[in-house]
């Protein structure tokens, strides 16, 4: 069948083409170059990338790549050419200048979950952030050794403060709003003007554009006293655990949910709780129920200021107050292509941060056999031995098996997955590996024709509580390297959609929902996805002049059933065991050393770099 590019464009060639593996959907693409950030539809976990470690998984089928010859040999091999894999191979490099080194990945691109979108529109491109999308409190946050190799690769911190236009939104007039659905609340109804700041916020307070909490909450489709309740929450709370010390309420929090705080404590009614149900989808990946009322006082949720409590800490604070501006125009993946043009010069033209974000990339350069580092695409590792004085590592790659050797080797894959690859592991600490289960979530971007109807609503994002997308925004305002941002409401700009597949109310622990979300996740098509999407859209902006129909040019779902790694939750956990867990896990295995962000059990960039470079240490 032929693929089209409106098909693409359409968002439906993925479906159309299942059964097609991952270069002939490249190929297939409009240009016909092998150009992954330019293709729409379902991608992240995409089809060919987790076929094979879900036979692994789910059907336990071995894969016995001990007979097969070894066809290269490298003196370091990493598995997994997300962030941390490739900050692992320039760690590596940077010791062992003349080292030989082969990356594998089982994706189409590179990056992990460091994704970039491409789309074209109005005779321009247009580029988006398909996962990983910021640096987190770098002032505060960030390690020697995470500061070195940003500044060894050209990114200079500050360039984001001018890069990122802050006020650019809130000059147009335009404020965060909260959407309101029939089916919870009675009506569908956006409400602008939200006054309440973000987690690692954007926006600076004084510059929000909002209505004053009272005339906020008081435009809510709820009763009257569940108004009066929600608004002395924020303006007047009490000390809802009078009569208890400091210690016994801080334990009370760290064991009880923000729902149950706000039901059972503070005596809100299930409907107006049902406001706050997915206020901590984005950052956390899980709703209010699976949350310690304790974490949210740590992130800056109402409710606690009259409870005498001790300080946030350090870094919660940091969170808090250092402003989330720290942003390519595609996110983190800018950062992983650094790492590439650096470890593969031929990649890609450039030096620096600048002109990284529009560089042209030759994938075809990738993976050459004089090359001294090699990336290798849509490879997944099926097996890893130790053997003799290096590592034996079958890979699976177009439906043959292969065995390459190094005399090290790196797994930057996701950790839960390591006790099916790695042969000698020890039960133990195969064990720890698999408690870290990480998070589903999806990141959708939608290409529109225009952004009028948010004009004419007065917001440029969105919260939207018991929907299945709980964050929609206009993309962040970033002009760097001689990409500009759109600023013409008149003109198409890309929507960043935050959809989390949690289970609120179910009772189900953190854990546990992320495997029921991962299930959800993989059995729905993309045209599930794509009326799902649709329908909340309209349902929104309708009012604003949107027409989903002719308004939507371009939809790519980034899918990732795997996502944020997992961290200790106070609610289901002993902080003690997940500390020993987390050690035990990353333990060095002969010549086989652990990283990825899911050693350091922390979702973020500075995480998996800081987990690379310990491995490097490790493997010498």
């Given amino acids: 069948m032929d693929i089209t590019r409106r098909d693409f464009l359409n968002g439906v060639a993925i479906t159309v083409a299942a059964g097609m593996t991952p270069l002939q959907l490249l190929q297939a693409a409009p240009d016909g170059r092998y150009y992954p950030p330019a293709l729409t539809g379902l991608r992240g976990s995409h089809v060919g990338s987790f076929e094979i470690a ?20 490298y003196d370091l091999v990493v598995v997994g050419g997300g962030l941390s894999g490739l900050s692992a191979a320039w760690f590596y490099r940077e010791k062992h200048p003349h080292a030989r080194i082969l990356i594998l990945e089982n994706h189409d691109d590179f990056g992990g979950h460091a994704k970039r979108n491409e ?45 990122f236009d802050r006020p650019f939104y809130p000059s147009l007039g335009l404020s965060r709003g909260v959407f309101f659905d029939k089916e919870n609340f009675g009506e569908d109804k956006l409400v602008s003007g939200d006054p309440t700041p973000m ?12 209505r004053s909490l009272r005339d906020f909450i008081n435009d809510f489709p709820l009763p009257q006293s569940d108004r009066d309740a929600l608004i002395a929450l924020h303006t007047a709370p009490r000390d809802y655990l009078a009569g208890k010390t400091q210690e016994e309420k801080t334990a009370h929090l760290e064991s009880t949910s923000y729902r149950d705080f706000l039901l059972k404590d503070v005596g809100l009614t299930p409907a107006a709780v049902k406001y706050f149900q997915s206020r901590t989808n984005d950052f956390m990946a899980l709703s209010i129920d699976a949350v310690a009322a304790y974490d949210a006082y740590n992130v800056g949720f109402p409710g606690f200021s009259a409870m005498n409590l001790e300080p946030i800490s350090e870094e919660a604070q940091a969170e808090m107050e250092e402003p989330y501006i720290y942003h390519f125009p595609d996110g983190n993946a800018s950062l992983a292509r ?46 890893v031995r130790n053997v003799g004085a290096g590592v034996h590592i079958g890979y699976s ?14 797994m930057a894959c996701y950790n839960m997955v390591i006790p099916y690859l790695l042969r000698d592991l020890p039960a133990d600490q195969a064990h720890a590996l698999s408690q870290n289960v990480k998070f589903p979530l999806v990141y959708t971007k939608v290409l529109i024709r225009n952004w009028e109807a948010w004009r004419n ?6 919260y939207a509580a018991t929907q299945p997308y709980s964050r929609i925004k206009l993309d962040y305002p970033v002009s760097m390297g001689g990409y500009e941002h759109p600023r013409d409401p008149s003109q198409p700009i890309g929507l960043h959609m935050v959809y989390v597949p949690t289970s609120p109310t179910s009772g189900m622990t953190a854990r546990d929902q992320a495997r029921a979300g991962r299930g959800r996740l993989y059995g729905q098509t993309f045209e599930v996805l794509e009326a799902q999407l649709r329908d909340q859209l309209q349902r929104m902006l309708g009012p604003g002049g949107f027409d989903h129909q002719n308004d939507i040019l371009s939809i ?55 987990e690379a470079h310990r491995a490097v240490e490790e493997v010498g």
């Fill in 54 to 73: 879900h036979q692994m998984g789910w059907d336990k089928k071995v894969f016995n790549t001990d007979h097969l010859p070894v066809s290269e040999d």
């Fill in 119 to 163: 789309f074209q529109a109005g005779g321009r491109t247009i580029i988006g952030y398909g996962g990983s999308e910021a640096f987190q409190s770098p002032n505060h946050l960030y390690s020697a050794e995470v500061n070195g190799l940003l500044k060894k690769l050209g990114v200079d911190i500050k360039r984001f403060e001018t890069a």
């Fill in 199 to 210: 987690v690692a916020d954007d926006i600076a307070p004084d510059q929000l554009h909002a």
């Fill in 338 to 383: 650094l790492l590439v043009r650096s470890l593969i010069p031929t990649v890609a033209p450039g030096h620096d941060m600048e002109d990284i974000v529009l560089a042209p990339f030759d994938y075809a350069k990738l993976d050459q056999p004089k090359a001294p580092v090699r990336l290798r695409l849509n490879s997944t590792v099926v097996s």
């Fill in 397 to 410: 790659r177009g439906g043959q098996l292969s065995q390459v050797r190094g005399k090290r080797c790196i």
């Fill in 457 to 462: 609503l007065g917001v440029h994002e969105i």
């Fill in 556 to 610: 790519t779902v980034n899918r990732w059933s795997h996502g944020y790694a997992y961290f200790s939750n106070s609610l289901y956990d002993d902080a003690d065991e997940s500390e020993k867990w987390m050690n035990l896990a990353r333990q060095p295995v002969g010549n086989v050393s652990i990283a990825n962000s899911d050693a350091a059990w922390s979702a973020y960039a500075h995480a998996a770099i800081d």
